[in-house]
């Protein structure tokens, strides 16, 4: 998702979930076999390691620190039938620069993302990529028209109320 690829990070957790061993437990083991109705070694179990990675990623999904411009990226890694209705909400997200809540959906025609009032931003803000085919239309960001830079919406203070008209399906 930080290289900009939603749809293959998600094949890749679908990949990943299958080479759970054996997979009524939940867990990735040490080793892993193309043979799964054959016994063999699994390894050390829970592999804690592999876990915290998935975790880690998994919190990405939904915000990350960006070095290059210091800014947290929302969402890019959310499915986009999670936005639908009643979409996202993060509440309490632990970031570099304190604690993260926003709330993301699509809802009649609109993509509408909330950022909580308290919300911690870094210097360079915070930067929803997006996430649709085809180009954003007509957005606001508190009432005012925003502009869109390099397929990416910035904002920069918590509490912005955020509207991007979508077309299509």
């Known amino acids: 998702m930080r290289l900009g690829w939603r749809d293959r990070a ?5 990949y990943f979930f299958a080479d759970r061993a054996p997979p009524p437990w939940n867990q990735w083991a040490e080793v892993v076999s193309a043979t ?7 390894g050390d179990l829970p592999h804690a390691w592999v876990a915290s990675d998935f975790v880690r990623s998994a ?7 960006r070095e290059r411009d210091d800014s ?3 969402a890019a890694g959310v499915p986009l039938d999670w936005l639908e209705g009643e979409g996202i909400q993060v509440r309490g997200l632990h970031t ?13 025609g609109q993509l509408q993302l909330d950022v909580a009032g308290d919300a911690g931003l870094p210097p360079g803000g915070l930067v929803l990529p997006w996430p649709y085919a085809g180009h954003p239309g007509r ?4 009432g005012r028209p925003a502009k869109w830079t390099g397929g990416e919406l910035r904002i920069t203070r918590p509490g912005a ?5 979508v077309a299509g399906p």
Not at 98 to 108: N, T, V
Not at 139 to 142: A, L, P, Q
């Open 139 to 142: 957005t606001t960001i508190d």
């Open 161 to 165: 109320e955020v509207r991007i008209e």
């Open 36 to 42: 799964p109705r054959k016994p063999f070694f699994v």
């Open 96 to 108: 570099p620069h304190g604690r993260l809540g926003y709330a993301l959906r699509r809802r009649d």
């Open 10 to 14: 998600w094949q890749a957790v679908e």
């Open 72 to 74: 947290l990226v929302l």
């Open 59 to 65: 919190l990405d999904m939904f915000a990350y620190h």
